[in-house]
C-alpha cells in the first residue's frame, strides 16, 4: 500500500549531506538483477511424521513463539539527492530502501531535511499485495525538473528500535505447514540465487539428515557414500576438524575422487530412514543448518554466488551460506527467506504449532552459532529474496535495490547520490 506524505519544504538550499556511495542512476547488489532461471519444484526428500495421524500434547502457545527483549535504539539518516552537472535533468524518480517494521523492529521518521526543488516524497511496501507481509519498504522521491548546475534531494532520520529474538522454549510441538497460505507460499519456490530442487541440493538435504541420526564411525561413510553423488567433498568430523590443515585438505581432496557407486544394504537404509523420521520438524530444519556451517566455509569478501554455487565450491559469503541453508529448506517443503541488514544477511524459516499458526525463525549461517534465535540485534531493511518493484516490472529482484530513473530523452545524466549514514 502506497502511503503518501506531503512534501515540507525547508526555506534554504538542500544541505549537503555525508554519504557511502556514489553512483550514477543505481546502487546495486551485485547480481540482484538476474533474470530467474526455471529449475524443478520442491520434492520431497523423505515425508516428515504426520502430525494429524498423532495424539499430540496440549502446548502452551507461548512456549513454541520466539520472544524478543533487550532492544537496540539505531539512529541512521537514508535518502538520496540528484546534482545536474551537465545541464537540466527531467522527470527523476528515485527509489530508496529504508528500515523495515516487522515484529522485532520499530521504525519511525524522527526528522525530515527534504530541498525545495522536489516534487513529491513517499513511502510504499513490497509486496504491493493485500494482506500479505511486507519485505520491504521504499522512499520514493519525485523530481519533475531539475535546472543545470542544482541539487536536490530528500534524506530523513530514522529511530530504529531492533530487539534481540529469543529461540522458543519448546520446539517438539512445530511442525512444517502442510497447507500454506497464499503470502507464504513463495518462500518454498525457486527465486533468484535460490535453487529449489536441484538434484545435488536434495541430495545435501539427504546427507544432511543422515549425519543428524548416525554415530561418527556410519557419519564417514555415509558422507562419502553422497558426497561422492553431489560431487563435493564430505562434511568434516570432529576428529577431522582437529588434524592439521595438511591433513585435512589431503583428505578433503581424496574424499572428493569419483568413487564407484556403493550398493546400500536394505535393512541399514530401513533403519536410518527409521530413525530419520522419528526427528522432530525443528530437529530436521536443525540438520540442514549444521550441515550447510560443517561443509561450507565462510569466505569473506566473496562474491554474492546462487545455492548450488556455494555448495560446489564449499566456501562463500554470508549471502551464499544463507541462500544454501533457505534452497535446502524450500526442497524439504519448509518455507525459509533470506534476510538484508546492513553488509549482512542470514535466513528465516517458517514453523507452525499444533493449531496452524505459524512463526518465523531467524537462522544466522555465518558467524556465531545462532540457530532459532538472533542474539545481536541489526537494523533490518528486508525480508525476502523474490521482489517485482512496479518500474522494473520485468525483472525479478532478490533484493529491492536502490534505483533512479529519469526521463529517457534527457541528454545529461545526474550524479546521484544515496544516503545511509549512521549517527
Known amino acids: 500500500m502506497l502511503a503518501v506524505s506531503r512534501l515540507r519544504r525547508s526555506a534554504g538550499a538542500f544541505s549537503a549531506v555525508c554519504c557511502f556511495a556514489v553512483i550514477a542512476f543505481a546502487l546495486p547488489v551485485a547480481g540482484a538483477d538476474e533474470p530467474l532461471k526455471e529449475t524443478p519444484a520442491p520434492v520431497d526428500v523423505i ?32 535518502g538520496g539527492r540528484v546534482e545536474a552537472k551537465g545541464g537540466e535533468v527531467q522527470d527523476i524518480f528515485m527509489m530508496v530502501a529504508v528500515p523495515l517494521d516487522c515484529p522485532e523492529q520499530k521504525v519511525q521518521v524522527v526528522d525530515e531535511d527534504f530541498s525545495t526543488d522536489l516534487g513529491t516524497v513517499a513511502f510504499r511496501t513490497l509486496p504491493e499485495v493485500k494482506l500479505a507481509e511486507p519485505g520491504a ?29 529469543f529461540a522458543p522454549k519448546e520446539t517438539a510441538p512445530l511442525r512444517i505447514p502442510k497447507k500454506l497460505a497464499r503470502d507464504i507460499k513463495t518462500f518454498v519456490s525457486t527465486s533468484p540465487f535460490i535453487n529449489v530442487g536441484d538434484r545435488k541440493i536434495r541430495d545435501a538435504v539427504e546427507e544432511a539428515l543422515q549425519l543428524r541420526v548416525t554415530s561418527d564411525e556410519t557419519r564417514k561413510a555415509s558422507a562419502a557414500v553422497v558426497a561422492n553423488r553431489i560431487g563435493v567433498a564430505p562434511a568434516a568430523t570432529p576428529e577431522e576438524a582437529s588434524k592439521t590443515e595438511e591433513q585435512a585438505n589431503s583428505k578433503t581432496a581424496e574424499a572428493a575422487k569419483p568413487k564407484k557407486a556403493e550398493k ?15 526427528l522432530t520438524d525443528w530437529e530436521r530444519v536443525e540438520a540442514l543448518y549444521d550441515f550447510v556451517r560443517a561443509r561450507v566455509k565462510y569466505l569473506d569478501g566473496a562474491e554474492d554466488m546462487p545455492a548450488i554455487e556455494a555448495l560446489k565450491n564449499g566456501q562463500a559469503d554470508c549471502y551464499g551460506l ?47 552459532r545462532a540457530f532459532g534465535e538472533m542474539p545481536t540485534p541489526m537494523v533490518i531493511f528486508q525480508k525476502g529474496d523474490n521482489f517485482r518493484v512496479p518500474e522494473r516490472r520485468r525483472e525479478r529482484l532478490r533484493y529491492a535495490t536502490d534505483h533512479t530513473t529519469l526521463q529517457a530523452s534527457s541528454k545529461h545524466k545526474p550524479r546521484v547520490v544515496y544516503v545511509r549514514e549512521p549517527l
Open 322 to 368: 544463507s541462500a544454501l541453508f533457505v534452497a535446502m529448506c524450500r526442497t524439504m517443503k519448509v518455507p525459509a527467506r533470506m534476510v538484508w541488514v546492513d553488509n549482512h544477511q542470514y535466513a528465516e524459516f517458517y514453523l507452525e504449532d499444533e493449531t496452524g499458526k505459524g512463526y518465523w525463525y531467524p537462522a544466522q549461517l555465518a558467524g556465531t
Open 47 to 78: 515425508k516428515p511424521d504426520d502430525a494429524e495421524s498423532k495424539q499430540l500434547p496440549a502446548t502452551n502457545a507461548a512456549a513454541v513463539q520466539p520472544t524478543y527483549g533487550d532492544p537496540v535504539t539505531t539512529r541512521m539518516r537514508i
Open 137 to 165: 519498504k521504499q522512499m520514493l522521491i519525485s523530481i519533475p525538473r531539475l535546472p543545470s548546475r542544482q541539487t536536490a534531494g530528500a534524506v530523513a532520520t530514522y529511530e530504529v528500535v531492533t530487539s534481540r529474538v
Open 264 to 278: 546400500r544394504d536394505p535393512q541399514a537404509a530401513a533403519e536410518l530412514a527409521a530413525k530419520i523420521e522419528k
